[in-house]
């Protein structure tokens, strides 16, 4: 059965996990469509994971717009969710529409951008263009100049309180999901608790609406030092197919997260 934003608001109600997986082909989309997997995100951490890149602000519209074009042809249920890549959204509302109209007209059901309160009011231009948005908060990756590196974020509770109150604004302003990235965990709760639609973690801890990782990092491929937030659930498994389903049935059973993945 297909997908849609109705069917991920209905799952988080119902109290069924929401499973997210990055995808960047149409073969591993075919895979993961098959297994189950809910939302395949055409992650900008391609430039990182496919591209070599020391970060994701290399990555360019055009580059997304392929990508998200491939994965589309693959995915036969599952909703198809695209990264608005650095420079394309942030200048202004008629910019962040152009660039997520690419993004939708090459197979995207969703566009997600990065960015706190300040983007509330694109996130309200492209939903009441017909674009539903996927906010993300926490720790932006396209920030990560400004924020000094890859931290959690929402530690003090200054920063805490911040977060809660961009959910709320974003949310408000027609997100159909926030994903949070590195925060603590009770944090991710309270901000579960508050808003209204269905919240994403990735290193957000267990009490969220539906977790995703990097299909690389969940399949053991990843240079240097493993994230704290990442499960290699590609060990013990047989076949790619057999660990993408571990990882989404985990998901559902509530297993993954455990503690050790959860920052406090």
Do not use: W
Request: glycine letters at 10%; one cysteine or more; a negative charge.
């Amino acid at each position: 059965m297909k997908v849609t934003v109705n069917t991920l608001h209905k799952k988080a109600r119902d109290g069924e996990k929401v499973v997210m997986l990055t995808c960047y082909d149409a073969s591993f989309a075919q895979v993961m469509d098959e297994a189950g997997v809910d939302v395949l995100l055409v992650g900008d951490s391609l430039g990182t994971v496919l591209q070599g890149a020391d970060s994701t602000l290399p990555v360019t519209l055009d580059e997304m717009v392929y990508h998200t074009r491939l994965v589309a042809r693959g995915a036969k249920n599952a909703l198809v969710l695209a990264d608005l890549p650095f420079g394309s959204y942030q200048e202004s509302r008629e910019q962040a529409f152009a660039s997520a109209a690419r993004l939708m007209q090459a197979g995207a059901h969703m566009v997600k951008l990065e960015g706190g309160a300040y983007m509330a009011e694109t996130t309200r231009f492209l939903v009441e263009r017909g674009i539903p948005v996927c906010a993300h908060i926490g720790l932006t990756p396209q920030s990560v100049n400004t924020m000094g590196g890859y931290r959690v974020q929402g530690k003090t509770d200054e920063d805490a309180a911040r977060l809660l109150d961009d959910a709320k604004a974003l949310a408000d302003a027609g997100a159909s999901l926030v994903l949070m990235e590195c925060m603590p965990a009770e944090l991710a709760r309270r901000v579960t608790e508050t808003v209204s639609v269905p919240t994403i973690g990735i290193g957000a801890g267990l009490d969220v609406s539906g977790q995703v990782l990097v299909v690389y990092d969940m399949l053991g491929i990843y240079p240097g030092k493993k994230a704290k937030f990442v499960k290699d659930f590609m060990a013990g498994a047989d076949s790619i197919a057999g660990a993408i389903k571990a990882y989404a049935d985990a998901v559902r059973a509530k297993t993954f997260p455990a503690a050790e993945h959860i920052f406090s």
